[in-house]
């Protein structure tokens, strides 16, 4: 076989430039993406099983024989295809603080998308979810750097395998580069006012982790940072990513992102100076973008780009798609049994009880010697509530009237299930839709509160109100839920509210009227089977927020994280802290921390854990620093390590956990990572909330 330099010496110019678009097949059609196969197109994405092969099969006989590489979103499983097993999205498996939980699901995942023949997943998001008007909190693993990272490379290290060549083996893409949830007002894709300084500080680490674990592609945000769009950042794409990291795979656009700096972002005037400016500041794979091919052909003709430039993006697509295997073995396949079969429906169910947030109890879960159930709520009963976004009914195909396919589990059939075992009866009243009323649905389930012990109300939102391009201003529960709320409040029973959600809503209200509440957010096929399991006691709740829940949306950004300074730290007519912080969560036992040590010569954190209760639980332990005076701001409080423990009913452990200096490091004004010696404080607790924390200082030496 051919190395990757003998078969760029051997190509024309034009199969370098058709080496460098990706094609949305949907888009083109069958008979303009066979064209584009003959001609050598480097890559095609949302394109399945028969059409995929086809166009392989032409690729590979075409002139220049090189095989197509296949791209799709399956962002939180193969969920584009309906025979597949859809996981809870990234922040509802953030909950489980569990990199080992991601990793398997992303080889699961990579099964699944290889069992259709294809070879790239547009995963993981490794934006942060800092601000819960922005449409796609819900794709992010939460507000927190470092936890993104962990759970980031876990992600990439189980979709691409230890043999990336395997069948079983697909190309990670970590999206979007960079500091895309940032923007002003949290508008999808709007300009983001921040530094380099500050997008290497916070922005750049799960991307660095990422890169460090093998990353094979990234994709550029749709935005700009102070200005200049990601797609035609030389500093990021080529001095920050490829230099400085030392990333080896190639940069994708997003979709039609070349085409965006001349309609969207003004900054190219037409085809030709948007193409020259993609390939210059360092993309390698245009997605969506048919008239870059023409367009650099040209340029090149023309003396205006270096080929040098086309030879340098073709080497990385043909090294990654050597790297995978492709050359040898073009129609690389796995086995079709892997679509949504018994072993990953499992993992989905492990992955949403590890995934399920208490957030309130007041004493009233697990439910006890209450035998009328009341289900109530628009989320109950609607597995649409539970998958989120990127399945086969929702974005980018829009078809949310597709009725999803089983296996699955609703929160109401899950409640059903648990009731027939814990011996109580159930009964559901929709009483609204998510965003309007049902005509006397609200009487209709004030009458049925009154016949019961308990009420188990299922609220949120859905896509409709969240995802790529649907950012609100507006984050409380629809109005419609709120009165079917408010009414069932009236009955005096106590309540049980099951957010069924996107991302973290502004529901103070709901906090006060429930004596308790819990979530997993997008919980996948077993979401609701798990909240139920919860609610009965049949599982001990350990999940923990990845993002924090405001009061009010005036509060956002409302991040754990936040750098000191602000007159007064609280706003006259609100709290400076969330209603349910990061890090947040509670279980049916209760754990103690005591015997904090830091041994400052090898930096080593020794902290004892114990389970005071009368309950086997599990308790994700959290590290936080502050860096008491540095030479710029830095956080009140960051992330640093955390680790899930196991402890039967009164069980304790010993943890210790070891740093490097590196891990108290923060980008100074000169852009570089530095550690400054001198005092800093160590949190160690079960929550990011200080009265959750057990703290003390440590001295680092020069
Ligand atoms: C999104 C990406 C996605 C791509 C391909 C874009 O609109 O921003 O996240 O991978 O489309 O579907």
């Known amino acids: ?264 972002q003004r900054v190219a005037a037409n085809e030709k100076e948007a193409s020259r ?62 679509l949504g079969c018994e072993e990953h429906l499992r993992l989905n169910k492990e992955i949403a009880r590890e995934s399920t947030v208490l957030l309130k109890n007041n004493g009233v879960l697990p439910l006890n010697g209450r035998k009328k159930i009341l289900v109530v709520g628009p989320s109950a009963d609607d597995i649409r509530c539970n998958y989120g976004d990127w399945t086969y009914f929702s974005h980018p195909l829009p078809n949310y009237d597709t009725k999803p396919e089983r296996p699955y589990i609703t929160f109401l059939e899950g409640v059903k299930e648990l009731a027939k075992e814990y011996d109580c009866a159930a009964e559901y009243v929709k009483g609204a839709e998510i965003n309007e009323a049902i005509a006397g649905g609200i009487a209709t389930a ?74 997993n957010f997008n919980g996948g096929m077993f979401g609701g089977l798990a909240l139920a399991e919860v609610i009965f006691g049949a599982i001990n709740p350990c999940g923990k927020l990845p993002v924090s829940f405001p009061y009010h949306v005036g509060q956002q950004p409302c991040y754990y994280n936040q750098l000191p300074g602000w007159h007064c730290r609280n706003y006259v007519d609100m709290p400076e802290t969330p209603l349910y912080g990061f890090g947040h969560g509670l279980s049916y036992t209760k754990f103690a921390y005591s015997n904090l040590a830091f041994d400052e010569k090898t930096l080593t954190l020794r902290v004892k854990v114990k389970n005071t209760g009368v309950r086997a639980g599990k308790e994700t332990v959290q590290v936080y620093f502050r860096d008491l005076v540095s030479s710029v701001l830095t956080p009140v409080k960051r992330l640093i390590a955390f680790r899930k423990v196991q402890l039967r009913a009164g069980e304790s452990r010993e943890l210790e956990f070891a740093f490097t200096r590196a891990d108290f490091s923060f980008v100074n004004a000169r852009e570089e990572r530095v550690t400054e010696p001198g005092e800093f404080e160590i949190m160690v607790g079960g929550s990011s909330a200080d009265g959750d924390l057990i703290k003390l200082n440590f001295i680092i030496e020069d």
């Open 277 to 338: 400016l993609a390939i210059e500041s360092g993309n390698d794979m245009m997605m969506s973008a048919p008239e870059f091919y023409e367009a650099i052909i040209e340029l090149v003709r023309g003396g205006e780009v270096e080929e040098k430039l086309l030879d340098d993006a073709v080497e990385r697509i043909l090294n990654v798609k050597m790297r995978f295997g492709l050359f040898a073995n073009s129609f690389k396949q796995a086995d079709e049994k892997f």
């Open 446 to 519: 004030a009458k049925a509160a009154e016949k019961a012990d308990v009420i188990l109300f299922a609220c949120g939102d859905n896509i409709e109100l969240a995802a790529e391009g649907r950012d609100r201003a507006d984050m409380r529960l629809p109005e419609a839920q709120r009165e079917l709320f408010g009414a069932l409040c009236k009955a005096g029973k106590p309540i049980v509210t099951a957010l069924i959600c996107t991302k973290p809503l502004c529901a103070p209200e709901i906090d006060e009227g429930s004596a308790a509440v819990l979530t």
């Open 1 to 264: 076989m051919q190395n990757v330099k003998e078969i760029l010496q051997n190509m024309t110019l034009e199969e370098k430039a058709a080496q460098l678009v990706q094609i949305p097949y949907a888009h083109v059609g069958r008979e303009k993406a066979i064209e584009w196969a003959k001609r050598g197109a480097g890559s095609f994405l949302h394109v399945f099983g028969d059409d995929a092969r086809e166009l392989q099969k032409i690729a590979v006989e075409s002139a220049a024989h090189i095989p197509l590489l296949f791209g799709i979103d399956a962002v939180h499983g193969h969920c584009l295809n309906r025979k597949a097993t859809v996981f809870p999205t990234q922040l509802s498996m953030a909950c489980s603080f569990n990199p080992l939980l991601v990793k398997r699901m992303a080889e699961a995942a990579a099964k699944e998308i290889s069992a259709d023949g294809l070879h790239q997943t547009f995963s993981p998001v490794l934006c942060l979810g800092r601000d819960i008007r922005w449409g796609r909190v819900d794709e992010t693993f939460g507000e927190d750097s470092y936890l993104a990272g962990e759970l980031g490379a876990a992600a990439v290290q189980g979709y691409q395998g230890e043999d990336n060549a395997a069948d079983t083996s697909v190309i990670a893409c970590a999206k979007h580069y960079i500091g895309y949830g940032e923007a002003t007002g949290a508008r999808d894709s709007y300009d983001t006012p921040i530094t380099y300084r500050k997008v290497k500080d916070t922005f750049l680490p799960p991307f660095e982790k990422a890169v460090k674990a093998g990353l094979a592609s990234i994709m550029t945000a749709y935005g700009s940072i102070d200005g200049t769009p990601c797609t035609s950042d030389k500093k990021l794409l080529k001095e920050i990513l490829k230099e400085q990291l030392g990333f080896d795979g190639f940069v994708v656009t997003d979709w039609e992102n070349v085409g965006h700096l001349i309609r969207e």
